[in-house]
């Protein structure tokens, strides 16, 4: 076997929620072999990997896989439960996989299910697909598989690449309220919430952490100084920049001190009681080599037990008592040994990446033991207790005691006021004092008690895994600091996808918002646009597109084109959309990332449906079976959708169904926009108002209109705002390259008869017959099209675009684009004519070189007749226009069209009939404003 790639999906996606990878794998010599043509394999790989054993495979139970392989399975198959059980012993606890024909017998995909928050490029999965193949293969030459060193570092990859325990934390609190959570790359960063709700978090410390509070909470002479000011008692303390001004420190502080550096963390480099000129000589070596500072602090050493106090939001949440690591010998084992042991509880790791640490022997803990006359090679007797360290920081291996419910209230109210020194919303108090649950003032007098250190970013290790006492849910207090009760994490999204119409239907919705008042973020195939403006010009349909729209901080509704290519590619780039808009589906990309028809590509881009905020809008084309299919999945289903249908067909079996049932839907009757909703109907605008749309002759547009509308009322859009932002949508200015029309005025191909020219992006069957009906049905004469397809697309699929063009126009003159998408140089053009002169042998086609030669020649032919003009890039289409002289059509001339032409809804009852439902019969609507009707009237602005 061999390994070709590996992809990485991210988001929601067609396999599951969770994140995946997608490894494609070529057979070669195993090509169309089972594992029962290798007798003893399937022994041999069990015997190597006991654990398959327990993989329950299709069978949903132990041993379904071991079954598979005895009755014979393909090795695709194989390498995918190799892949799993290799990632569980590398700790990763995963289980869901799938191994999918991808277009030949040789080839397969293996997908394989990542944690949660894996860093998207981390080199693991493909590590762990190679380690597999290598493993097959060296059972199946017989050969014993040694990858325990490969697997070790694999493991070790894990671990490092892991969230730490308090971002962890963190991250599954979020996801708990339903807060949508990203990490940022491969840091222990995560950012929360979507657009201008969204919040940044890096471990404990937030987007809402005073730089200044972590300033002087990093410089601990400085943190000191602020205490002290405000009464809050602290050891006293003194700078030290070389050994001798530590020895003079510790002379002038008395005995016993703590020797640490000024900006330190994790107690790192700490030496506590020092009590000799020696000592602080050593001390001041260690603190100073340690922070990379000559700068240290000697203060005294306060007595007592140490605490943690966690305040969050001037709460204490939580409180610990820390306690130093020790052992306890058995009369056997030496210190050394029993460390090991210690370090072999698999809550201890290293750094922070568990709940404890284990324990390192290093020259503090030989310097501590040395005190008590012992060695890492002593034998301590039988129920001997021997303390490692002085300081019982976790992060040198010390354990913590949950206290929170024991810390009397003047002890919360000093640390409430330390932390409100420093100006921090979440804060560690690390204090020593006798008992944190007496008072601090009793009768005796006060008890000793010191503020240590005030930490920025305090773990949240001792509180969430304490080693004796109740967790404290420290991470949820974090998220409501964040995210107090009744605010929102989420902006409302609106995902559009589809075959055709999918741009023109985002633009309009983004159009829409924005004149209701929003500043949005809109992504499509034209770049990502930031509050109207563009901010990223390429084609942005896919998730990268969504994340960037739903990352930036000042927006607030998203609108997003979500294409088939991303989705399967990468998944989605959100979770959970407010409202998922279907256009319509037919045949297009199909052979294409493993999508060879329809039902097929209905299953990708029903994702959009079905990754739905519970009770949110799912937006139909009833007119499309396809499209309005989507409805009876059990996946879109048990969000308890509210399901709202468009159609231009007048008398739509599924509108009138849904109608009786109550539900919501949009239509046009006698050239209006009608929505109707419990059976209430409200006017929404005229088409007559709508630019581009002909009168409703350009019966796509009106589509994308209805589309847009229903859409748009989802989210609560008023009436007023969508007649008023559709009435000023023209296609030229905020719909470039989608049912443009322009006028050629000048040039050498003008000429007093000149006549429209109509710019449009179609590239598929459907959306050209629809362009073509609509050039038929609002212009006179004979039309001539300029066309270029495609390349990428399946010969069928282009053979029947070009038929489509054939059927509505005589003349064609076809040109290449530039990127010819694989093909050879005249390959398509030969393919266009011969597929138009199947199906209409007298069609006159010339071929042209680029669109600029092709749109010449084109209007030259027209001589004043309509000329659609289809193109690949804009840019190269409009400089072709402007070397016409080409002018946008008068805008009120889009409103309307020729004396004569039929309505929409004549078209669609043409339609309707051939489609068979033109004999369904309507249901009688009383006519709004008639005292049966409990419509709103046109002016009605709710």
């Not at 303390?387 to 913590?400: D, E, F, I, V």
């Not at 929505?675 to 409703?696: C, H, S, V």
């Not at 008068?890 to 069209?897: R, S, Y």
Request: aromatic content about 4%; glycine content about 10%.
């Amino acid at each position: 076997m061999r390994l070709e790639y590996v992809r990485h999906l991210s988001g929601p996606n067609v396999f599951t929620t969770a994140p995946v990878s997608l490894a494609r794998v070529e057979l070669d010599d195993l090509t169309c072999r089972e594992t029962t043509s290798y007798p003893g394999f399937a022994e041999r790989l069990t015997l190597a990997l006991p654990g398959l054993r327990d993989h329950h495979c299709a069978a949903g139970r132990p041993g379904g896989f071991t079954d598979a392989m005895s009755r014979g399975t393909y090795f695709g198959h194989v390498a995918e439960h190799v892949a799993l059980e290799l990632s569980g012993l590398a700790g990763r606890e995963v289980h869901l996989g799938r191994t999918m024909w991808a277009g030949a017998d040789s080839r397969y995909d293996v997908m394989t299910e990542c944690p949660q928050d894996e860093p998207e490029d981390s080199a693991v999965p493909a590590e762990l697909y190679q380690l597999a193949i290598t493993v097959v293969d060296d059972l199946l030459a017989k050969r014993r598989p040694d990858f325990t060193g490969h697997l070790e570092a694999i493991a070790r990859t894990v671990e490092r690449e892991r969230l730490g325990p308090s971002t962890a934390a963190i991250a599954e609190a979020a996801r708990s309220r339903g807060i949508p959570v990203r990490r940022v790359g491969g840091l222990s960063m995560l950012q929360l919430g979507y657009g201008c709700h969204r919040r940044l978090v890096s471990a404990a410390m937030t987007e809402q952490t005073s730089a200044i509070g972590v300033d002087i909470a990093g410089d601990k002479m400085l943190a000191k100084q602020f205490l002290a000011r405000a009464g809050i008692p602290v050891p006293s303390g003194i700078v030290a920049r070389t050994e001798a001004e530590s020895v003079r420190a510790l002379a002038a502080l008395g005995a016993p001190a703590v020797i640490k550096p000024r900006n330190g963390n994790h107690g790192r480099c700490v030496s506590v009681g020092v009590r000799t000129a020696a000592e602080a000589g050593q001390a001041y070596r260690r603190a100073a080599a340690g922070s990379g500072s000559c700068e240290v602090i000697v203060e005294n050493f306060a007595p007592g037990r140490d605490y943690r106090v966690l305040v969050v939001d001037g709460r204490v949440s939580a409180a610990a008592e820390l306690r130093p690591p020790s052992v306890t010998g058995d009369g056997c084992r030496t210190i050394v040994e029993l460390i090991d042991d210690l370090n072999a509880d698999p809550r201890r790791g290293t750094g922070h990446s568990r709940a404890l640490t284990r324990v390192t022997v290093d020259d503090a803990l030989l310097a501590h033991l040395a005190v008590g006359g012992l060695q890492p090679g002593s034998v301590p007797v039988s129920g001997q207790q021997v303390s490692l360290r002085r300081n019982g920081n976790l992060s040198t291996g010390g354990t913590s005691k949950d206290v929170t419910d024991q810390v009397h209230g003047e002890v919360a109210e000093l640390c409430r006021r330390a932390t409100a020194v420093a100006g921090l919303d979440i804060c560690g108090i690390d204090l020593r004092l006798d008992d944190i649950g007496a008072p601090l003032f009793g009768p005796g007098g006060r008890q000793s008690c010191a503020v240590i250190e005030i930490n920025a970013c305090p773990g949240l290790r001792m509180h969430l895994a304490p080693a004796e006492g109740a967790a404290r849910a420290v991470a949820g207090a974090i998220v409501d600091r964040l995210y107090p009760a009744g605010s929102r994490s989420r902006i409302p999204i609106v995902s559009v996808t589809g075959t055709n119409g999918k741009t023109t239907t985002v633009r309009m919705v983004n159009h829409v918002l924005r004149q209701a008042g929003l500043r949005t973020g809109m992504s499509c195939t034209d770049g990502v646009f930031i509050g109207g403006r563009c901010v990223l010009e390429a084609d942005a349909s896919g998730p990268r597109s969504a994340e960037l729209v739903l990352d930036d901080a000042t927006v607030e509704a998203a609108v997003l084109e979500t294409a088939r290519g991303g989705i399967i590619r990468r998944g989605l780039g959100y979770e959970r959309a407010d409202v998922a808009v279907i256009t319509n589906i037919s045949a297009d990309h199909l052979g294409d990332e493993g999508v060879d028809d329809l039902d097929e590509l209905i299953n990708v881009k029903a994702l959009v449906a079905e990754e739905l905020r519970d009770g949110g809008s799912v937006v139909l084309n009833a007119a499309d079976p396809a499209a309005a299919g989507i409805a009876d999945r059990p996946a879109v289903r048990r969000h308890e959708p509210v399901l709202r249908y468009f159609s231009v067909m007048p008398a739509n079996a599924v509108i009138e169904r849904h109608k009786r049932s109550g539900g919501i839907c949009y239509e046009v009757c006698d050239g209006q926009v009608i929505e109707t909703a419990g059976g209430l109907q409200r006017t929404i605008m005229n088409l007559g108002e709508l630019p581009g749309a002909f009168d409703g002759r350009a019966q796509h547009v009106v589509a994308n209109a209805l589309a847009a509308v229903a859409a748009c009322r989802a989210i609560g859009v008023t009436v007023k705002d969508i007649r008023e932002a559709l009435g000023t949508f023209t296609p030229a200015a905020v719909n470039p390259g989608r049912g443009n029309v322009y006028a050629v005025t000048a040039g050498p191909a003008a000429t007093a008869a000149a006549g429209p020219v109509l710019v449009d992006y179609g590239h598929n069957a459907a959306a050209l017959h629809a362009t073509g009906q609509m050039v038929a049905s609002v212009w006179e004469g004979e039309p001539v099209a300029a066309i270029t397809l495609p390349g990428d697309r399946r010969d069928d699929l282009v053979a029947e675009s070009a038929q489509a063009v054939a059927s509505w126009f005589g003349t064609v003159v076809v040109y290449e684009d530039t990127d010819l998408r694989g093909r050879a140089p005249g390959e398509m053009r030969k393919l266009i004519a011969a597929a138009m002169r199947a199906i209409r042998p007298g069609v006159h086609v010339t071929f042209a070189d680029g669109p600029d030669e092709a749109l010449r020649g084109a209007v030259a032919l027209a001589a004043g007749a309509p000329v659609l003009f289809l193109y690949e890039k804009l840019d190269l289409a409009q400089a072709a226009l402007d070397a016409l002289g080409a002018t946008p059509w008068p805008e009120e001339d889009l409103m309307g069209g020729l004396d004569g032409a039929p309505l929409v809804e004549d078209l669609a009852r043409e339609l309707a009939l051939e489609a068979g439902d033109g004999d369904t019969a309507p249901i009688p609507v009383t006519e709004p404003g008639t005292a049966a009707s409990s419509a709103a009237s046109p002016d009605d602005t709710r």
